[in-house]
């Protein structure tokens, strides 16, 4: 960007030698114009922005001293730039123009190094004050960016109590009789497939940047209290080609409500941040469309009342072989064939009743062993992490699949569990007859197959081992407590001869029944001689 350099001098030689001098060092730099005198310089001034004037002192007309003054008066501290040409004889008016604010001055005869070095110094402190310049005004401008955010926050929360004096300075900083009317307010919000949502500046860059290239003016980009995008503008075809322009560039997380009637007055956003809300809403049963106006989802929408019985009977079924009874019920229990008439309060209300009639219970019940399962229950708990109720239902079906799976295998577990105790505490009480596998299976009512596997599973042993070591356990009890014969104590626990017996002692103990019986009598008289 060229600047422009006014030169000023009765004498055209001088004009026109300073004029061909400047442009020969610095052809593409400035915009050079002249005047004869101070008052065409003036007139200039005025008509044309000047960034830098080179003027003479001794005039006809108006000298430099006093266009000096006049530009002081009209410019004050942001005039153009001042450097005075003076010769020996006119030092003192030179001395007098600094209180002008004159950056320097020029004796003649002009030397040419002491011009150009002298404008190098003048561009150079230009670019300086012109980034302090925008550094300030971009300074201001988030300032009052704030201020508004902050103002416009409020009359979303408070406007109803607020006095009309609160009013009238709220609209004096938002700067509201500057808004382009009638305006509409738009909710915004940005959820990724994961259920995250996108921060809120993140949001406020996003839209920003679509409506740079839209007609139409946006006023405002705030956030509410829920950290949701609001948006005021206007005209309302603006916030639709919004949407279709996060649809073109493939934004599928951006959902928008927009309100159905348009503002004119301060108090009017309140209102229409409602009317902008509630539509947002209802983007969770239409997942397919970017934004939603207030006016397609006003009025009577279909409600039911609350399935506290169909949810009792669901929770009832968790454990039982009845999954695709259980999933009918869950979509009679949210109404989902009716669910593009649904009132959104009656999805929330039966999520919360899902939540806290049956998931809650299953955790109290089972405890924290069944954290795994319920690992989507942080966030299935809550349907606005899911971008759409189809989202929401589909985690919601997995989820309880998964807990009912669970509840059945600890149910099973348990009874299991149950089974195995009975079984060894026959074996315990009728270890001496002939058991075998099949006859205690029997006993408690599991098959053959089962069993092993699950015996084995309870005692870390199987079946066949676990019987030999009880009946060797209860034979050396009689072995230490009487002198009866080794048939008879082999036969009284259960093996069919001495020899028999005998084999399998020694296979778990080491040693033969005699010989363990020799030992523990010789242990027993050495601590009565030690006692």
Known sequence: MKRTLLIVDDEKNIRYGLKT??????PDTYDIVMAGNGQSALDTYRSTAVDIIITDIRMPVMDGIRLLEELSKEAGGNGPVIIILSGYDDFEYAKTAIKYKVKDYLLKPIRR?????LLKRIEKELIEQEMINQQRVKEGQLFQKGIRSSRIQQLLVHSGSL??????KYSGEIQFPNFRTPFTVAVVNFQYEDGSRMAPGEIHNLVERLSGSLEGELEVVT????????LIGSPKSLFHELSKQAEAKGWHGLRMGISSTEGHHLMDIRTLYEEALQALQYTFIYPQSYFIEYETIEGKRSSFPLPHEDIRKLANMLGTDREKEMLVLL???FQTEHLQYMNISYLERVSRLMNEQVLDEVFLVYGESSIEVLKLYKKVGNMSNFHSFHDYYRKLEHLLISVNDYVTQVRSAYTENGDMKEAVAFIEEFYSRPLNMASVSNHVSLSYSYFSEAFKAHTGENFVLYLKKVRIRKAKELLL????????IGESVGFENSKQFSRVFKELEGVTPQEYRIKVQADERLKDVNN
């Open 21 to 26: 001098m400047i442009e020969r060092e610095y």
């Open 331 to 333: 979509a009679s229990i």
């Open 481 to 488: 407590k009487s002198a009866v014969k080794l048939s008879v």
């Open 223 to 230: 956030s509410d209290s829920e950290g949701k995008s609001v």
């Open 113 to 117: 190094e002491e011009l150009f070095d």
């Open 163 to 168: 006095s009309e004096d609160s009013l009238e």
